[in-house]
């Protein structure tokens, strides 16, 4: 049974907001992954990966047979160090409508780079919470 309330699908559509403005302002070229989830969004994340784009909003993040996945609210390239995919790789970062850093944004971002690095072959020193301001 849902018990999502009314207010929790409120602070959820703030959230969602807040994301979609970060990215739209600092990553206007992103490619989005409009598969909502399961296999066919984790295979449009990949082959968004595979091509190298700058950035990519709502990655589907699996580890298949461990059961361990999320969407990640922005991977975003860097050419700093080479993985699996070629001459880049991608980072985290995780959009929070919150003002304090809260343990579980921390777990949350820590865990989307595991399985990340698991993706791609490497595993990035640092992930990004961006806070509210």
């Given at each position: 049974m849902d018990e999502t309330t009314r207010y929790?699908?409120?602070r959820m559509r703030l959230g969602v907001d807040r994301e979609d403005g970060y990215v739209d302002e600092k990553f206007p070229n992103a490619y989005?992954?409009?598969?909502?989830w399961g296999m066919?969004?984790?295979?449009?994340?990949i082959r968004a990966m595979i091509?190298?784009?700058?950035?990519?909003?709502?990655?589907?993040?699996?580890?298949?047979?461990?059961?361990?996945?999320?969407k990640a609210?922005?991977?975003?390239?860097?050419?700093?160090?080479?993985s699996d995919l070629g001459g880049y790789h991608y980072r985290v970062k995780e959009v929070k409508n919150s003002k304090v850093l809260k343990e579980y944004h921390q777990l949350q971002a820590a865990t989307y780079t595991w399985i990340l690095s698991e993706m791609q072959g490497y595993c990035p020193d640092t992930f990004d919470v961006v806070l509210k301001e």
């Open positions: 929790d699908r409120f989005v992954v409009k598969s909502r066919p969004a984790l295979r449009e994340t091509r190298g784009e700058l950035a990519i909003h709502g990655a589907s993040l699996w580890l298949l047979g461990k059961n361990v996945y999320g609210d922005v991977l975003v390239r860097s050419d700093k160090h080479a």
